[in-house]
């Protein structure tokens, strides 16, 4: 019988070890300062940026700068703060030296922020202002000059027929060898549309027509054409320039002079209502023109922005081709109809396409920048954090919940939506100005070092959080444990409006117990099974289980 006690406490004691290890994370030193003496702690975060700039002088500055800001009046933190702004200026004159002016515009502008922040009547930096102003100008003039000269204004009337526009739309037609089906072997293809937009042979679709031209996954073969409306027979070889998975945009060149030229418009000029024109190939039939209005705005099809629903008819092949006015200018890009459903067919606004032009142009895959947060729309005066994510930028930088913020970069910022085509203009790994509202209503800016946003950002808060945090930002449900020995029961302290907890009928107050959560074979969508007694339901015992997708607009 002592045994069996023994036993059983022995193995309580590894459970609770397990359990106590399991969610444990290594965390940055930033966030410990409690458990160090300001020497130690300042020895430690000095040691570690040190270890930075031997791969990212501009992040160990940005590093520098959040301790100088803190501890200014220690001798070693300003030496530090003016090696690491040196090694930065080294940094950005190679960049500029191999002609990368991209990321040397970033950077260069990245440290001007810091430098903006601080006096720096007290710092001893070596730095030629004006030189560097020059390389900067002089960057963005080779960037600018990769497209400016040759993207045509928005126009006040069509002189030209209808069928002179249409010679401006092109199939694409991507080759992809050989499938076998029943022991049968056919042509396999896939077919969308696109048109130019720059007289030396530029040309847009979506980034899932050409996919498997960029996509390191893909193993098969994948040769892409063009083929013109007038010539059906020749196949026209066209290469990807630039690409933007998350906005499903795509710039392509050929080398042929197109015919026509299509004008750049504004979306905003569009109201619902108005009637405008697809053209494209739908199931590979070219010079196909179809009309309607526009059904709706602002349907959140995408996690960075969002799109407009058109009656016009759209079917396979149609993806990539122009929703243009009745003066022909383009106003949107097809990227999605539901088959099943007539009518209810969908367009990428010409203002995204317009805003990432520079870095479409310039080449290669287009990112976007994360912070790591969670957040929602506050009564159209900003964005209200709601959760930040432990060892992220926002965390490091100071973000914190319940901040609003209302600028970026001296921008005026009113919902999620605006933070997102904000931040659109901006590359990853650059810094960011968040203008916030803390919670005592104090006004103030700080300076976020973005990074890269993954396909599903949800998946880091999932692994790299406990379960009831990660609960919080993945399904808009704050829990609080009410369980000190195996951590799975909760009372829920608060639920987001809108979210998949508030419209699964969740309320404060109601008892969680969280059996298990588990991922979808690809890795996007989480599950929760949930026990529950939920207000909503009378406080009856109810066990479901949750699904979330693992990107949301509602992540930054």
Known sequence: MKKNIFNLFYFAVLVLMFFSCSTTKSVDTLEEKGKYSTEEFIENKIEQIEKISTTDSVKAFWYSYLLYNEYKDFEKVTKNFESNFDNAINQISKLYESQ?????????????????????????????????????????????????????????????????????????????????????????????????????????????????????????????????????????????????????????????????????????????????????????????????????????????????????????????????????????????????????????????????????????????????????????KGVEVLWVQSSSPAKYAGLKEGCIITKINGNKINSINDLHFTQMSLLSKSIIEYTIIDESGTEKEILVLSDVRKEYPGYDFYKKSSVANSIYPLFGMKLKNVSSFFGNKYIVDSVVKGSIADESGFSELDPVKIYRTYLSPDEDILFAEIYSKKKSNGYLDVSLVLATPLDSENFF
């Open 100 to 380: 990368n002016w991209m990321d040397f515009c970033r950077d260069y502008e990245s440290i001007n922020k810091i430098l903006s922040k601080c006096d720096l009547s007290k710092i001893n930096i070596n730095f030629d202002k004006n030189l560097f102003q020059e390389k900067y100008f002089f960057a963005k003039n080779n960037i600018a000059s990769l497209y400016s000269e040759n993207i045509l204004p928005a126009k006040n009337s069509l002189s030209e027929k209808i069928s002179t526009v249409i010679d401006g739309t092109v199939t694409i037609w991507i080759d992809l060898g050989v499938k076998i089906e029943s022991g049968r072997a056919f042509s396999n293809k896939a077919i969308g549309s696109g048109f130019f937009i720059d007289s030396r042979g530029y040309l847009i679709t979506n980034y899932h027509v050409i996919s498997s031209q960029v996509d390191p996954e893909y193993e098969g073969i994948s040769r892409l054409f063009i083929k013109l409306g007038d010539d059906k027979e020749t196949r026209i070889p066209a290469k990807v320039i630039g690409y933007d998975k998350s906005l499903d945009l795509a710039l392509l060149k050929t080398e042929i002079p197109p015919k026509y030229v299509f004008s750049l418009g504004s979306s905003s000029s569009l109201d619902i209502g108005d009637k405008i024109y697809a053209i494209g190939s739908p199931v590979g039939l070219e010079r196909t023109l179809t009309s309607g209005i526009v059904s709706a705005e602002g349907r959140q099809l995408f996690s960075l922005g969002t799109v407009m629903q058109i009656d016009a008819a759209v079917n396979n092949g149609n993806s990539g081709g122009p929703i243009i006015d009745e003066f022909g200018n383009v106003q949107a890009i097809v990227f999605a109809g539901m088959l099943e459903y007539q009518g209810l067919n969908f367009a990428i606004p010409v203002e995204y396409l317009k805003i990432l032009i520079p870095r479409l142009y310039y080449g290669g895959e287009i990112t976007h920048p994360f912070v790591g947060a969670y957040g929602k729309s506050f009564k159209d």
